[in-house]
Nanobody, 114 residues
């Protein structure tokens, strides 16, 4: 069973930045596309970004130009650099395969507030 450990969240003011990390217990990590998701209070979990095995990236429209997904296959880790944060980015952030094929980790809370 794959396990994810997300970290790096916190409280930040609007316009600020955070870098999230997600470590996966997956020895074949490099062979899988990886994604970030988020769930805001009272809302369904939504996809945020994907980094494919070929190096291409895709983003949800509201985060384009502000968020950057990257990965380090040697560390089995995927990252999400979040800049120009807005209050509407407040959510618990999770990583998983884009098709959500594995169990979810505990996530990391991001709160954007002044």
């Amino acid at each position: 069973q794959v396990q994810f450990v997300e970290s790096g969240g916190g409280l930040v003011q609007p316009g600020g930045s955070l870098r999230l990390s997600c470590a996966a217990s997956l020895t074949t990590f490099s062979t899988y596309n990886m994604g970030w998701f988020r769930q805001a209070p009272g809302k369904q979990r939504e996809w945020v970004a994907t980094f494919t095995t070929t190096g291409s990236t895709n983003y949800e429209d509201s985060v384009k130009g502000r968020f950057t997904i990257s990965r380090d296959n040697a560390k089995n880790t995927v990252y999400l650099q979040m800049n120009s944060l807005k209050p509407e980015d407040t959510a618990i952030y999770y990583c998983n395969h884009p098709a959500q094929i594995w169990a979810w980790g505990q996530g990391t809370q991001v709160t954007v507030s002044s």
